[in-house]
């Protein structure tokens, strides 16, 4: 079975410090959609970023970009200056048609 | 607004009982989603849908059942064989194609009395 593997189960970042949230996946197919999402105490899921398996580029989106390795199979989510809001669990998401989450990543910003 | 209502926030079931957990979305998405969350941990896919009238079981199927006779709605019943019902359940659509975001509902949270 195709997976998402995020190694990091808890992290630690100091305020205004960049952080790089692994992932890793299993794929077969030849086009895919990446996605992270970050999902605060609430409980509500926050869609953070996208790439597409044929995308050229690195996606980028204010503060987050997504260092995608595609030869490597990973998608690195990278958080720069980090801020107090952004300690939350972060989850890796593979679209091949079906979704396929990671465990996640909680992360904790310390002051 | 466009987005994803799930209903009740709060629920709690008896012992033998079945529940119905409700999710509509009004983005005109042909596919829905739903998935099991426990404490502390990831997202495990029960059933998803991709179009009227057809779903298909994810990893964690047993114990639960869906229907899809609109589009605009995926309730998802929580029937007595679920003998650990207890969770965070979250209702999810997308539109078409690989890049398009996955839209959440608030999720209902499931409790054994």
């Known amino acids: 079975a195709q997976k998402i593997t995020q190694t990091q189960p808890g992290m630690f970042v100091q305020e205004k410090e960049a952080v790089t949230l692994d992932c890793t996946y299993d794929t077969s197919d030849p086009s895919y959609g990446l996605f992270w999402y970050k999902q605060p105490s609430s409980g509500e899921m926050i869609f953070l970023i996208y790439?597409?398996?044929?995308?050229?580029q690195n996606a980028t989106e204010g503060r987050y970009s997504l260092n995608f390795q595609k030869a490597r199979k990973s998608a690195n989510l990278v958080i720069s200056a980090s801020q107090l809001g952004d300690s939350a669990m972060y989850f890796c998401?593979?679209?091949?048609?079906?979704?396929?989450f990671g465990q996640g990543t909680t992360l904790q910003v310390k002051p | 607004d466009g987005g994803i209502t799930q209903s009740p926030k709060y629920l709690f079931r008896k012992e033998g009982q079945n529940v119905t957990l409700s999710c509509e979305q009004n983005?005109?998405?042909?596919?829905m989603y739903w998935y099991r969350q426990d404490p502390g941990q990831g997202l495990r896919l029960i059933y998803y849908s991709q179009i009227v009238n057809d779903f298909q079981k994810g990893d964690i199927a047993e114990g639960y059942s869906v229907s899809r006779e609109k589009k605009e709605s995926f309730p998802l019943t929580v029937t007595s064989a679920q003998k650990n019902p207890t969770a965070f359940y979250l209702c999810a659509s997308m539109g078409g194609g690989n890049n398009e975001k996955l839209f959440f509902g608030s999720g209902t949270q499931l409790s054994v009395l």
């Open positions: 998401v593979k679209n091949t048609g079906k979704l396929i």
């Open positions: 983005l005109n998405h042909d596919a």
């Open positions: 790439q597409g398996s044929y995308d050229q």
